[in-house]
């Protein structure tokens, strides 16, 4: 053999282009509706919120943008490690000497810039239509709009677990987290001690629990349900056990449980500190 | 300075009790406990606060100070200037050509420095994997503590630790430091003796993150995040100390590799004539000199905050935990580039050889790596995009994310025109830079999730996160580190490796590795948090399957070691100058490199990828030495 | 060198290896206070009852902890003697009798909601013999605390200007303290954390730091066994 590229058959360009760029475009058109139908739906989290439908929306935008790149890198690499090899037993030999082409590399910057600037512009819709359930800090930017009434809670971190307050209900505060069903709330995360994230997974929210500072986060609930509530922020210890189970129910159970808690925090009530959006409670450092 | 006198070795006991690691690590421990009893003899009885939290930090933190600076002294860091001081000629101990000693004590060879650093970042990455190994096994059960659920966090902060702090220089010590010069016809680094410093310090600081287990270890993970970072135990300390070290290695390495590369490049070696490898180095040379120093900065306020109770991270006090997130990571995302970056160099570096074609695309490869370098700057707010850090930029973050995949992309297609119409050769470096693709495809889909607001509600966090950034790095960096290792070694140590277990060790380490990162993408879209000790029941057969995986993994990597020691020190199998026929230069010499690399500087015609364009051309001319340097 | 050499050599590094490994795993496996405490059961009308004296002290001393100025639970064994151990090993659906001996001052709740009593039998405590619904969250010395269970008490704390206080642990009753008696029940089997919500970490920020963060003095499990 010798270092010639004509002698070869895989050395002369056989329309390998072409090819590849025909299996490309016949993979995507197949796989990708194939990715939105049917894999879209399971992806994370569910529907137990409209933040949270939002993000299976979003998240399947995603995968159905990006099977198309998975299909090229997949044909391209598949096709070339199959193609472009040396004969079997044939000596050293040296492919042709291909520097650059100015085709391919406008057509895939453009292709590139595209995809890229249709992913971050359908996420920042999809973020600015109802704050996507993330925590946006004490004066939030995306905020849902044409909701006549929110529901405020806030959910307090400290180490380690989350107690809430209702400032509806004469600030309110309880072990557990319930919330009435097809109700807007605003989330209002704070933290005690350390950074914790409150993380109702189950509806779309992530807020990181601050202190000194008041985290807002929306949420419209859907139907009841009962959801995990995990601390997504390494905050010490007991990191890993800072769960704890809360429900979304129908607005008169709601209405019962408030009462009922009411009635067992009667004792404790007049020792609460007047609801606030940040707390800086004593004892910061303990004497010896 | 003659050319003799390093030739003249004195006799072994007199190397003994030389500079040498002996004397260091035995200074080192003699200014550990200067440093304690000093501390102690200041500040024991007048602070209160250290007696009611029954230590004092103080000394634990002025005694590292001491322990690294007695280890220093005790290497002959203090020799030169000390010499010169006193206006005495400098001791040429640093200069000595032969001999294992060498590597066991301060030598400005950056080949003996490379060598160095190739063993040194390979124990603590071996260290680092061990911690996965403890963190896997805690998994296996949901709701059964094989470890005390604070050493637990110990052991995933030490993990993450490790693996971030010492695989940042992985490739830029070991074969930056070996390669480029030769790379660019130069007989030496820049700053020799810096060189040498950076990876002294380097070791010190993977010791002293160690021994946080003495200390009752650190809660925070690699992280560090404030004010927990305050709150913790003593362990603390040696998480701060190991890093802000780290970080000052770091700096000196960058800066010493750019004034290399810019200033020392032989004659004929243009910018566009240079080797890829370089430039990738330069790149990541770059984010090193310039993002290292803010980590030392942070963690210098971490450290006062602890020790003399300043408050900077302390919201009630007037500081804020924000300011430590947004100062971490203004360090933490160039540092993923620093750690990525390294990668692309060498995949876009080895794909021509193997390709047997010139690398294509050569200036679009170059914008490429500077593009990433330059764009890492702008990204770092996605990592706190759910923290409620006001004024909401989370738009720009979102889209400057996501133009990252821009310039990656060029590293992508010019590494993949490369392959393209090809005679392609499946060594196992090969294998290694094709695994690369792959990997590396998966970590940077799976980044669109997290570079995305919406989404990145869900996956922040979780062990998606997690197993983005193993894709990444340990599919991006680790699997680039063995092609560097399959690849140069030969020319390093003068001893060709099997390709038949280099295949065997790829393949196991290819499909283990994917076995185990792949589920736990699945893992956190179905809601773990990371670092947690425990989960939920019915993600328990996810999680197994990946800690058994992970043992897989764990044991492909040990069999690499085993073969990699026995190919070396009992099987010795000559490589000859170039046996994988490349055209770069540093494979026009013999190997083992020589000691002064070439005996006459070399003059470059073009760069090193003509393949298919004729015969190679040698740019080492033959002939005496034109002097010492 | 020699291939005997060598081999010596390799075969050395490999022991060397494995002991600081095998070091080094041992060292992070035991913790001083993890060990479980398996409480004596009895059986009141076929029904197990189990009856837990614990001590909460300011300073645990020398003799029971490497930090002697360490604030800490103990545990009353059935010889009488205090152990620091944290980890409580508790029948399945029993009834727990807790009395809680505490010699430690106040230092006051972060979060005040939790100085109610809430998930024990009446969701009231006894203070030395008297019954109480709500502490003064200031009053606050420590807390028992069992989030899956959703019970928390609220521990009150010895007055400063109280006589006779104990230095360090174990702290005869000799010594001013206050008594707090509850009773709570144990569900399924499982592990369930317990913790101190009280800030009485001395030195550390929110007092949250050391002993309110390692398993053996502020914190620990209770292991139910059907």
Known sequence: MTTAPTTAGSGRNVGHGRRVIVAWIVSSIVATPLVAIFLGPILPPGNGSEQAHGQVIDNTVMTATITPVLCL???FFVYALTQFRPAPGAALEDGPPLRHHNGVQVSWMVLTTLTVLFLAGFGTYELLENGAGGGQGPSPVAVPTGVSHMMQVQAIGQQWNWTYRYPAYGGLETQQLFLPEHTYVELHVTSLDVIHSFWAYALGVKADANPGEDNIAYVLTRGPMSFEIRCAELCGLWHGYMYQTAHIVPQSQFTAWIKQQQSIDGSIAKYLPKYARIYYPDPQRRAG | MSAIAVDVRPPVWRRLVGFNLLTAVILGIGGWYAGWFGAHAIAGSSLDYFGAIDFNELSLVLGYFGGVVGFLIGLGFANYPLARLRGYPASLREKETQGAGRYFSLCTDHKVVGIQYLWGIGLFFFIGGLNAMLIRTELLRPDHQVFPAGTYLTIVGVHGSMMMGMMSSGILGPFANYLVPIMIGARRMAFPRIEALTFWILMAAGAILQTTVFWGGFPTGWTGYEPLNIEAYQGMDCYIIFFALVGISMTLLGINMIATIVTMRAPGLTWTRLPIFVWGMLSTALLMALAAPVLVCTLSMALFDRVVQTNFYVAAQGGSSYLYENLFWIFGHPEVYILALPGFAIVLELLPVFARKPLWGYRLAVAGLLGVSLLSWFVWQHHIFVSGINGDLRPFYMLSTELISIPTGFTFLCGMMTLWRGKIRFTTPMLFCLAWFFNFLLGGLSGVFLSDVPSDVTTHGSFFSMAHFHYTIMGGLV????????????????????????????????????????????????????????????????????????????????????????????VKKPAGANPWASRSIEFQLPSPVPVHNFDRIPVFSGDPYGYGEGPAPSWVPAGAPAGRD | MRTGAKLLLTGLGVVVAGVLIGFYVSKLTTLQGSAAYAAPIRQVAGKPVVHLKIETVAAVGPKLAPNPDFVSYLIQNSQGTWLRRTVWQLPANATVHVTIYNFDGASGLRNAYLARPEGIDGNHITIDGKPASVINPDDASHTFAIPAYHLIVAVPGVGDNAKNQCGYAPCPLSNAHRTIQFTFHTGAPGHYRWQCFVPCAAGWIDGFGGPMQTIGYMDGFINVKA
């Open chain 1, 73 to 75: 890198l997949v044909v």
């Open chain 2, 479 to 570: 699997f680039t580190f063995f092609a560097a290792i399959y690849y140069w070694v030969p020319k390093m140590t003068g001893v060709q490796l099997s390709e038949r277990l280099g295949k065997i060790h790829f393949w196991w380490m290819f499909l283990a590795f994917n076995s185990t990162f792949a589920p736990l993408f699945a893992i956190g879209f179905l809601g773990q948090p990371r670092r947690v000790v425990t989960y939920a029941k019915s993600l328990q057969f996810l999680n197994d399957w990946v800690s058994i995986s992970a043992f897989v993994l764990g044991l492909s990597l040990l069999f690499f070691l085993a073969t990699f020691v026995y190919q070396l020190a009992f």
